[in-house]
């Protein structure tokens, strides 16, 4: 089946202690993305990679860091969460930038405290 | 420039009526504009899409109206159903460099009452 898949699905920590949330799709796509969902805010992008070892600034990056260093997986790094990172992210793939659809996972929601 | 405007923020519609949600976009360079439902505890998942060049595309009982002039561009529901009650996101995607990327509106939670 093809699908996207994050972990983990709920996460509550700590101000300040690192965390990583995974994403990988089996799908062989190419363009993979982060965004995070906030009430009234919709879905606003944080990171995109064009490739592997091909990432860049979304329109919200400050706080998060990203790598790809292999085609199916994205993971997104928080180095030092703060409570205003508490949101619903989710990893989305499509198989080219300009392909027609973005396949997106089932979201992370994510609590700093 | 880069905004997608949707409106309205939430919509009650009894069932067999017709949910209208609207969106608006400044960014001329945009050239493909989907729309997405999610259901609670899910993902957005593509509903239905179109680009400048046609008027309105329908599949089914969901119909996309763009005005290409006015930079407007709609999503009808026919028959609206209880099973329809989802957030509904448009979305705009733009021609080369950070462009290429989808912009989301704010999104419309629509209810559908039975």
């Known amino acids: 089946e093809a699908q996207v898949t994050q972990n983990p699905r709920y996460l509550i920590t700590v101000t300040g202690k690192k965390l990583t949330v995974t994403c990988s799709q ?88 | 420039q880069q905004q997608v405007k949707q409106s309205p923020q939430s919509l009650i519609v009894q069932k067999g009526g017709i949910s209208i949600i609207n969106c608006a976009y400044e960014n001329t360079a945009f050239d493909y504009f989907p729309w997405y439902q999610q259901f609670p505890g899910k993902g957005p998942a593509l509903l239905i899409a179109i680009r400048p060049d046609v008027s309105e595309k329908k599949e089914g009982r969901f119909t996309i109206s763009f005005n290409k002039s006015a930079k407007q561009f709609s999503l009808h529901i026919m028959d609206s159903q209880p099973g329809d009650s989802a957030t ?27």
């Open chain 2, 88 to 114: 509904y996101f448009c979305a705009a995607r733009g021609y080369g460099g950070s462009q290429g990327n989808l912009i989301f509106g704010k999104g419309t939670k629509l209810s559908v009452k039975p």
């Open chain 1, 26 to 113: 089996n799908m062989n796509h190419e363009y993979m993305s982060w965004y995070r969902q906030d009430p009234g805010l919709g879905l606003r992008q944080i990171y995109y990679s064009m490739n592997v070892e091909v990432t860049d600034k979304g329109d919200v990056p400050e706080g998060y860091k990203v790598s790809r260093k292999e085609k199916r997986n994205f993971p997104l790094i928080l180095e030092s969460p703060s409570p205003n990172q508490t949101s619903l992210y989710f990893c989305a793939s499509s198989y080219g930038r300009r392909n027609t659809e973005a396949f997106f996972g089932q979201g992370t929601r994510l609590t700093v405290v």
